[in-house]
């Protein structure tokens, strides 16, 4: 049976899919890259997190503001923190298996830490201490039990400046404004990637990981009919 060419799409805006993406990455890794490839692996990725972690918020906020909570749009900006530092790190995830189970490790919080303290400069300076803070007190509160934790508040911060997080004895964190740091920082990074010869290796290092997985998805679905 001759084997099937299964299309996945990456991106719609620019559109590739798995299909016509695999060459531009299979030149990069290879180190054959095109005048252009960069730039279209930058465009590919900055399209690929925006229309699925960003885009859908900005559409609720215009046609049905009422029901966007902060809590739905904190979670989605720690979702496209860790993609977003797993292709600047060029791993295929942050979880790995044990007995058969997925389970999170270390590197999960390291590379959540790592942006916050290292990478990011949007949100202003934060401490290791802080990360580690917001990592289990913001991201692992809202994904497991969908709410923040220790005197953290999901509060507008009136300071006309446009400030995400307010440190203190209780924290405030701004969603709307966390979501524009975050915007800002997709920006800054897909800029710096076709400049930045180790970054766009790992990006497409990471490319190459979801373009294999569309292909073992499509296979097993195959195999299940």
Same mark, same amino acid.
């Given at each position: /049976?001759?084997?099937?060419?299964?299309?996945?799409?990456?991106?719609?805006?620019?559109?590739?899919?798995?299909?016509?993406?695999?060459?531009?990455?299979?030149?990069?890794? +290879?180190?054959?890259?095109?005048?252009?490839?960069?730039?279209?692996?930058? %465009?590919?990725?900055?399209?690929?997190?925006? %229309?699925?972690?960003? =885009?859908?918020?900005?559409?609720?906020?215009?046609?049905?503001?009422?029901?966007?909570?902060?809590?739905?749009? /904190?979670?989605? /900006?720690?979702?496209?923190?860790?993609? &977003?530092?797993?292709?600047?790190?060029?791993?295929?995830?942050?979880?790995?298996? @044990? %007995?058969?189970?997925?389970?999170?490790?270390?590197?999960?919080? +390291?590379?959540?830490?790592?942006?916050?303290?290292?990478?990011?400069?949007?949100? !202003?300076?934060?401490?290791?201490?802080?990360?580690?803070?917001?990592?289990? *007190?913001?991201?692992?509160?809202?994904?497991?039990?969908?709410?923040?934790?220790?005197?953290? &508040?999901?509060?507008?911060?009136?300071? !006309?400046? !446009?400030?995400?997080?307010?440190?203190?004895? =209780?924290?405030? &964190? +701004?969603?709307?404004?966390?979501?524009?740091?975050?915007?800002?920082?997709?920006?800054?990074?897909?800029?710096?990637?076709?400049? *930045?010869?180790?970054?766009? /290796?790992?990006?497409?290092?990471?490319?190459?990981?979801?373009?294999?997985?569309? =292909?073992?998805?499509? @296979?097993?679905?195959?195999?299940?009919?």
């Amino acid at each position: /049976m001759e084997e099937q060419e299964f299309q996945c799409e990456l991106c719609r805006g620019p559109h590739y899919t798995n299909l016509t993406l695999l060459p531009i990455v299979k030149r990069i890794t +290879d180190g054959k890259a095109e005048p252009d490839d960069a730039n279209t692996i930058a %465009e590919v990725i900055k399209g690929r997190l925006t %229309e699925r972690y960003i =885009t859908p918020l900005l559409y609720l906020q215009n046609e049905q503001e009422s029901i966007v909570s902060g809590f739905i749009i /904190m979670t989605n /900006m720690c979702l496209l923190i860790e993609t &977003l530092q797993a292709f600047r790190e060029g791993v295929k995830s942050f979880y790995r298996q @044990k %007995e058969g189970k997925i389970i999170e490790s270390k590197d999960g919080k +390291d590379a959540f830490i790592n942006f916050l303290t290292k990478y990011q400069t949007s949100l !202003g300076e934060v401490t290791a201490e802080q990360a580690e803070d917001f990592y289990y *007190n913001i991201r692992c509160a809202l994904l497991h039990q969908g709410e923040v934790a220790n005197k953290w &508040l999901l509060k507008h911060i009136e300071d !006309g400046k !446009g400030t995400a997080i307010e440190w203190g004895e =209780t924290k405030k &964190l +701004d969603a709307p404004h966390f979501m524009e740091k975050m915007k800002t920082e997709l920006e800054k990074y897909t800029q710096e990637l076709p400049k *930045n010869q180790e970054l766009l /290796m790992k990006a497409a290092e990471k490319l190459n990981h979801i373009i294999k997985n569309c =292909t073992i998805s499509f @296979k097993l679905k195959i195999k299940s009919k």
